[in-house]
């Protein structure tokens, strides 16, 4: 099958569509292309060590092309709290962990406030590679890499989900709606819960939104104790 195809199909599967085959193709080159070409179905059942090595190797999108590396995600696989944000920038894509940059070292100043660190919690992004010039994420390459961060949630199982900024929450509760009015409530992903808060980039361009951040640094806090109790 044609790479582009592949690429298709893996796409369609990553967003939860299912493809039809005809009958003959049953047993067929053509069906174990289709099979390989699912990262749902294999990356669902991944240990971490396997979900890391796939995710290092992975060309589902054209992102590919333009990485330094892949940013897998960075903490313990046991976190009580999973952070999550949209997409590695120029210093992740050169350093291979998310958050290292100065937005990443004002979310270390959020979690310390907080009583947790990078190594205690767990830090992924929605894009495991960096979109060329922090563009935002395109549709097909957030659905393609989903199934990664889903699988990470699966192996984490966090007490709590903080989302930060509009790309990554948006992503997640599949909201249109902005941050500011996702943020200061309770939501659900999968049974997990979920917070919203404003993204540590735009808390440096915008410092006096951080006590709404401490509000829903605290909203976490409370949340993921209920969760863990
Ligand atoms: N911004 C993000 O959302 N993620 C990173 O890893 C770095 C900056």
Not at 12 to 33: F, H, K, N, Q, S
Request: charged letters at 25%.
């Amino acid at each position: 099958m044609h790479l582009d195809e592949r690429r298709r199909l893996a796409y369609l599967d990553a967003i939860g569509i299912d493809v039809w085959l005809p009958r003959a193709a049953a047993g067929t080159p053509l069906e174990e292309a289709v099979a390989d070409a699912s990262p749902g179905v294999a990356v669902a059942a991944m240990d971490w060590q396997a979900l890391r090595a796939c995710v290092a190797e992975c060309r589902l999108c054209e992102l590919a092309n333009t990485r330094t590396q892949t940013v897998f995600g960075v903490g313990s696989p046991e976190a009580r709290w999973m952070i999550v944000g949209e997409a590695p920038g120029a210093e992740e894509d050169r350093r291979g962990e998310p958050f290292v940059g100065r937005a990443g070292k004002l979310l270390d100043e959020m979690l310390r406030a907080v009583g947790e660190s990078r190594q205690s919690v767990y830090i992924a992004n929605t894009l495991k590679c960096r979109p060329p010039n922090n563009r935002d994420p395109r549709a097909e390459e957030s659905a393609a890499c989903r199934p990664y961060l889903e699988r990470q949630i699966e192996l984490v199982k966090p007490a709590v989900i903080l989302a930060v900024g509009r790309v990554a929450a948006q992503n997640l509760l599949g909201s249109d709606l902005p941050v500011g009015r996702l943020r200061g409530r309770r939501h659900e992903l999968d049974g997990t819960p979920l917070v919203v808060t404003y993204h540590p980039a735009y808390l440096l361009r915008s410092p006096a939104q951080k006590r709404k951040v401490w509000s829903d640094l605290c909203l976490a806090r409370t949340v993921g104790r209920e969760a863990a109790a």
